[in-house]
């Protein structure tokens, strides 16, 4: 794969679509959008242009065609159900394999890797976590998540992965398919234990280190803070 350039989307060209979009962002839809065009004939240029602001409160930030965004819930197919394919690919886990093999204290029994992707493993769709980690930490809801944030990451996640290992199952594993958070913390975990490697090292490592995919990174919220770089992510939190 060679290295993308991008290149000013022309106005001239591309005058309805971009007129689309800034009507998508005065109706609301968003406070900002960046759009990006390939041609087939030039895969290595991307034709991109934004438009709005990146986040609105406590004072309004231009949205830039460079501006990092949260992938959030992409990072489940971009990143670790990849890191599970490659896992198989390298041996170390097979699709069938049961959790348990390597998370022994996981009460899903007869849970496999291949019901935690299909998200047919039993478990709940999500669960409020965060309210257990701001109250077994001595973080309390007036402190925001900040409070969360100052705490050492292995001391969250390792209070973390005991909520999600050992909350129970809503059904039979196979018996039903819904959309489950825990399935792919579930995942994560493990697939911490077949590299030997944190998460996401081992994603930038195995999978976007090997595909060679620029701009896609991970950056742990202690030290985005501590390096003053939130302000130029696009804002995604407060959206009702």
Request: aromatic share 6%.
């Amino acid at each position: 794969m060679g290295r993308l350039s991008a290149i000013p989307l022309e106005p001239s060209r591309f005058a309805r679509t971009l007129q689309a979009l800034d009507a998508l962002i005065a109706d609301g839809a968003a406070p900002g959008a960046v759009i990006g065009l390939w041609e087939s004939r030039r895969s290595g240029i991307c034709r991109v242009a934004a438009r709005g602001q990146r986040r609105v409160v406590p004072s309004p930030l231009p949205l830039e065609a460079e501006t990092p965004f949260d992938l959030a819930s992409l990072t489940k197919v971009l990143g670790t159900a990849l890191l599970v394919a490659r896992s198989v690919e390298r041996g170390l886990v097979s699709w069938r394999m049961p959790i348990r093999a390597l998370l022994p204290g996981f009460v899903g029994e007869g849970v496999r890797v291949d019901q935690l992707l299909s998200h047919s493993a039993g478990q709940p769709a999500w669960r409020a976590f965060h309210e257990t980690l701001r109250r077994e930490l001595g973080r309390g809801p007036d402190q925001g998540t900040r409070g969360l944030e100052r705490v050492p990451v292995g001391i969250r996640q390792g209070l973390l992965r005991r909520l999600v290992l050992s909350e129970p199952l809503e059904a039979r594993p196979g018996e039903r398919v819904l959309y489950s958070d825990l399935a792919f913390l579930t995942l994560g975990f493990a697939m911490e234990e077949a590299w030997g490697l944190e998460l996401d090292r081992a994603i930038e490592r195995e999978v976007w280190g090997a595909l060679r995919v620029p701009g896609l990174r991970f950056h742990r919220v202690s030290r985005s803070v501590s390096g003053g770089r939130l302000d130029e992510v696009a804002a995604t939190e407060d959206c009702p």
